[in-house]
């Protein structure tokens, strides 16, 4: 992601996760890791200073992910709802400025992909959140246990229509700028699996081109469910689709 254009969210974002990691390390005789200049200029200096330079970019757009997951993780590890909310507002927004009702993006193939990478982290950093019991906000509801993967229902036709395009060489379409070998990431469905249930999973090993028990991504070891079984055989999309917002068929003719 380009810097000055809502990429320092990554960066920062990374730094806030690490900062969570370790900020209540200690050693072996108990004192803290951290000293409390090291903490002032780690959270102060770095975390909050940036994340404040991030809340200023309003812009929604493909770059605009990671500055958006950035203020849901300060949020709630400093206790900023306004923040979470930004973070919700802006999945919200990518949602439904940026792709069309039927799930797929209003730019390319490789650029449907770029959107999915750079808005993933937000509905995991979310899910759950409420809002403090003291906090009212200016305008609408209080949040409860929020669950943006069933309240935003685009969401998942968004990742089905990364599998639902493909060709046989499990490649995209060269649509507009996207690169004859550009393809199928199995990490799509792998969201599938962990957030929208078993009936993703053969699909999944498909995609991976390995059972579940032999293969996994670092997001499957921290959310793929632990009893994820494949109950069937599954076979990467072969019939004809048409997304009727993107206004593009995909004719296949069964399997050769």
């Known amino acids: 992601f380009a810097a000055g254009a809502g990429g320092e969210g990554t960066f920062l974002l990374n730094c806030t996760v690490a900062y969570d990691l370790i900020r209540d390390a200690t050693r072996a005789d108990g004192t ?3 000293t409390e200049e090291m903490e002032r200029r780690i959270v102060d200096d770095l975390i909050l200073a940036g994340c404040e330079d991030m809340e200023h970019y309003a812009d929604i757009n493909n770059k605009c992910g990671p500055g958006r997951a950035l203020s849901g993780a300060v949020g ?8 979470v909310r930004r973070a919700i507002e802006g999945f919200n927004r990518l949602m439904d400025e940026d792709f069309h009702f039927d799930g797929f993006c209003k730019e390319s193939p490789s650029y449907s992909a770029m959107h999915l990478d750079g808005l993933q982290e937000i509905p995991d950093i979310v899910a759950g959140y409420s809002d403090p019991p003291d906090y009212q906000p200016e305008q609408g509801e209080r949040i409860t246990n929020l669950d943006p993967f069933e309240q935003m229902p685009r969401y998942r036709l968004a990742l089905l229509s990364m599998v639902k395009m493909i060709m046989p060489n499990r490649r995209y379409p060269v649509i507009g700028d996207t690169h004859y070998t550009a393809g199928l990431s199995a990490n799509w469905v792998e969201v599938l699996v962990a957030r929208y249930g078993n009936q993703y999973a053969a699909l999944l090993e498909a995609a991976q081109g390995a059972p579940l028990s032999e293969k996994g ?13 494949a109950e069937d055989q599954a076979q990467l999309p072969l019939r004809t689709e048409y997304f009727p917002g993107w206004q593009v068929a995909v004719l296949r003719n069964g399997n050769p």
Do not use: I
Request: charged letters at 25%; a positive charge.
């Open 32 to 34: 803290r890791v951290l």
């Open 217 to 229: 991504s670092e997001y499957a070891l921290w959310h793929r469910p632990p009893d994820a079984r």
């Open 76 to 83: 709630q590890l400093f206790g900023r709802p306004a923040s």
